[in-house]
């Protein structure tokens, strides 16, 4: 981590990329979590609509007027219990308008009395095609009747051919519930009422049979179809069911596009919120289910969530900012510091330096003769610089023009006794009294040999030793590597000390030369 920090601070343009691209992660971040958060808010308000819907389904039917009604009759008429149970009926018997009575009193489309053998005895049809006669002891609805219980039962009609609820009624030989029943009282009705309650309240909707077929849809096309995979038992029970007619004699039903499960599904590229929920008819097959579904682009549309998004974004880049400003003062910071420790070194280095040129400028004093001295120059100069070679000239005490050679060091071959002012480039440097550093190339000028190999000079340092304004004489140094502005410095202080040392000890032995002995007559008084 700190390796990852040290590279932004010193990479501004990367702390720049993360940060924007951190931003742009945290906004979509934001708008996934805010359209994922109000999504399920919508499948959870869509669930207990679906609820609340199939509540009301089973309310206006399984436990409804109708159904109330049909079950007084098989519980408490006398002429329905012998009709069904094929006994004989009193004179004032009149089933027919009973039947038509209650199918008129709640609009239903046919009214019809099963007998314990599974044969409609009596019917009434409002568009006069009667089911009399008919065997429906395969029906379920049949089936729960002779059970002794109600039931809501959706079926193709035999009669009619069109979709249709079938609200049973058990018929008991007692005016009390039992445990059975001795025949059925059906009224069939269409799906009017089960429509009204699917259209309006929901985008799509649907109702399903304990099958899987869809039995009513706000959406014509998907009656009839089948929800899950089509194997060949299933379509089989399906059909030896008889519960939807000839709708699957001569072909296999299509695959509904949706599942029958709550939560996010997609469908013709856009995105359903989806809601289940059961429906209590007690068919003998299972429960029914009730599907509603909401547009997600419609009821939570992701508008809202971009703002807060870009927002998100916003306040990411605006952290990100601050952080790039942190990490450049963080930058400086460091930067600074570090100056401040070179600073510190170079003092070291400096202080260091400056006991060993005293310690120096003590052997030179020591020095009594101008060969000795540049002898000893030459010995620190390798000790304390680092150099390879060298060579000490300086001008003649009697004015000749040139230099005289004093010292030189690990040359292989003598350097010139005499060397005139402007010849080769230490001459030229001795000219013009002025310092120069020549870097040597590829193949160098010469090899510096020793007893265990041999290498090439990196540098050449050529130094007058000048004194105010007067030349007294030339260095020619080499170094192994090419010297750097501090060893530079170095260098130059410790020709200057050299040039002093110099000049100190030639006046040291001229003031020899000219002052008499101790106890010997000035030659002025002899004479």
Known sequence: MNRLLTYFVYQPRAAWAAAILVSLIAGVLVVANDINRRESQRVSLLQTEA???????TSGTLNGNLMGSITLLGLADRDIKQEVSNGLLS???NIPLTLSTLGNSFEAEGVFLVGEDGIVKSSWDRINKPSTGLDVKFRP???????????????VSMARGDRSLYFTAPVYTERARSTSGIGAVVARTNLDRVDALLKGKFDKALLLSPQGVVFASTSPQWIGMLEGVATPERLKLIRDLKQFGPLFEQTDPLPLPVVASAGI??????????????????????????IVMEDLALRAPPGRSLIQGCLAAALGLLLGWMWVHLLRGRRTQDEATAQLKVYAQQQEQRATFRVRLADTSMRLQRCETLQELASVFLTEARDKLGIVQGAVYAVPSDATVGLELLASS????????????GEGLLGQCAKERRS??????????????SGLGSAQPAALLLAPLVLHDTLIGAVELAVLHAPHDNALNQLEELVALLAN???ILRRNLLSQRVTPLRGEPALAENA
């Not at 609820?51 to 389904?57: A, G, L, M, N, Q």
């Not at 003598?414 to 002012?421: C, G, K």
């Not at 020549?438 to 010469?446: M, S």
């Open 51 to 57: 609820r609340r819907s199939s509540i009301e389904i």
């Open 141 to 155: 609805y049949y089936q729960m009747a002779i059970k002794g219980q109600t039931s809501v039962y959706a079926a």
């Open 410 to 421: 690990a040359s292989a071959q003598a350097p010139a006794a005499r060397l005139m002012l």
């Open 501 to 503: 040392s110099m000049e």
């Open 91 to 93: 004179i004032d018997a």
């Open 436 to 449: 120069q550093l020549v870097l040597t190339p590829a193949d160098g000028f010469w090899t510096v040999r």
């Open 265 to 290: 599904q997609g469908l013709d590229g856009q995105r359903f919120a989806v809601g289940v929920a059961p429906v209590q008819w007690n068919d003998p097959s299972g429960e029914w289910s009730l």
